[in-house]
């Protein structure tokens, strides 16, 4: 059985990843989810968060990802996210002035949905830079 | 009959014209070639974009729950217009064959009894749309203080049209650039944003498009992805439309040189053959005076 499947994390200004890997977690927006090889086909939306990637080498790499979506099939995964970083090259002020602007939103947003939508997007950011920024 | 030193200082005045369009010849190309690797790297994200979504909208259909994003509001009344163009002229005709066709198409469309809206990205097509059409212009992007265009300009501009959207001030969005043939070539181009055009169903491969697992589910997914597209489109609108337009500045640039040289031949084949009418003319005025003796 293939325990290695090829995974592409692209965003819009370049590939960032393409190759065979054993292992890739998903920030989800219903939850983390880990991707391995024949995976049932699934698309799923993601929220910021962390993607961890397992190459078929046993390395391993984390990249910063601000919402997007995945395309799962049993033979690959590809990541289409709306900026990615390396976790080596993330800079805290990026999520510094992400949170900002969301922030600054919200105070506009007028309807009920908006509103939720908003918030639930400020605490992702704020969770995932409680992971990413050191204290 | 211009002066032997008028032709010289022309001839230096050229000659410095011509360094100036060299150098910049020469930056275009630099430029153009950064361009062109930044529309390569962003094409297989809008690929992908593509395939997924015509995955997904066929898992949807057209029924109720597809979003009005894609399946318009059912009018073409109100047609809104995003012109995206260069920030900087000397590049030929690229920004007024944009303008132009974006033009015949307002003609066309107020000709058909339709209002029109107008948002100009860059500064060139607002300066020549004004002209005909101020009234119709709601909004201007500039660029110019952009040194690269990252995926967040793009997405400010598609989410501006979203919400003009959600407000209902326009029916259809359409978008005109520039493509980006090749170094000589470069199609002005207009694309429908709004209702989206679906794109042509690609094969699939592995067929696999019943069995999909959605999360959180299809019509969920499929609105967010649609606001996502449009903003990748502009995208891949704004990195063709630079590569365009380094494309066009170079070869424009690449003409004017050619042309200062042509000049600067000419000048001087006119300043030699005046200071040798010149000399002629001397020479004959002492062998006569001499001959008068």
């Known amino acids: 059985m293939a325990t290695e499947f090829n995974f592409e994390l692209v965003s819009p200004e370049q590939l960032l990843v393409s190759g065979r890997v054993s292992e890739v977690v998903i920030p989800a927006s219903e939850g983390e989810m880990t991707v391995m090889a024949n995976h049932a086909p699934a698309m799923t939306t993601i929220k910021p968060g962390v993607v961890t990637v397992k190459a078929a080498d046993g390395k391993t790499d984390r990249y910063v990802v601000f919402g997007g979506f995945a395309d799962i099939l049993p033979t690959g995964c590809t990541l289409l996210a709306e900026s990615a970083v390396h976790v080596d090259d993330f800079k805290s002020a990026d999520i510094a002035r992400r949170i900002d602007a969301a922030r600054a939103e919200l105070e506009k947003a007028s309807g009920d949905e908006q509103r939720f939508g908003l918030e639930s997007y400020l605490a992702e950011l704020t969770t995932l830079q409680g992971i990413v920024v050191p204290a | 009959m211009p002066s032997l030193k008028d032709l010289k200082n022309r001839i230096a005045s050229v000659k410095a014209t011509q360094k100036i369009t060299k150098a910049m010849k020469m930056v275009a190309a630099a430029k153009l070639r950064r361009a062109q690797e930044a529309a390569e790297a962003a094409r297989p994200y809008s690929q992908r974009m593509s395939a997924v979504l015509a995955n997904i909208a066929q898992a949807v259909g057209q029924d109720d729950s597809a979003p009005r994003l894609m399946t318009g509001t059912g009018k073409d009344q109100v047609h809104l217009l995003v012109v995206c163009t260069a920030e900087r002229g000397l590049c030929g005709g690229f920004n007024s064959q944009i303008a132009r066709l974006a033009r015949d198409h307002t003609r066309k469309l107020l000709a058909a009894g339709k209002t029109v809206k107008i948002i100009c990205v860059g500064k060139k097509g607002f300066d020549i749309l004004r002209r005909d059409f101020a009234s119709l212009i709601i909004d201007r992007i500039e660029l110019r203080d952009v040194k690269k265009i990252g995926f967040e300009n793009a997405d400010q501009i598609g989410r501006k049209v ?87 500045k170079m070869s424009a640039m690449d003409n004017a040189t050619r042309n200062a040289g042509e000049m600067i031949n000419k000048l001087t084949l006119s300043y030699n053959r005046q200071r040798q009418a010149q000399i002629t003319k001397e020479l004959i005025e002492i062998i006569s005076g001499a001959e008068a003796l």
Do not use: H
């Open chain 2, 162 to 248: 979203i919400a003009l959207f959600e407000k209902g001030e326009f029916d259809v969005c359409t978008l005109f650039y520039s493509e980006f043939k090749s170094v000589i070539a470069q199609v002005p181009t207009a694309l429908q944003l709004v209702p989206a055009s679906a794109p042509a169903a690609v094969e699939q491969v592995e067929g696999a498009t019943a069995i999909y697992d959605y999360e959180p589910d299809a019509a969920a997914i499929l609105g967010d992805l649609i606001p996502r597209n449009i903003s990748v489109q502009i995208f891949r609108a704004l990195l063709e439309n630079v590569a365009g337009e380094m494309g066009a």
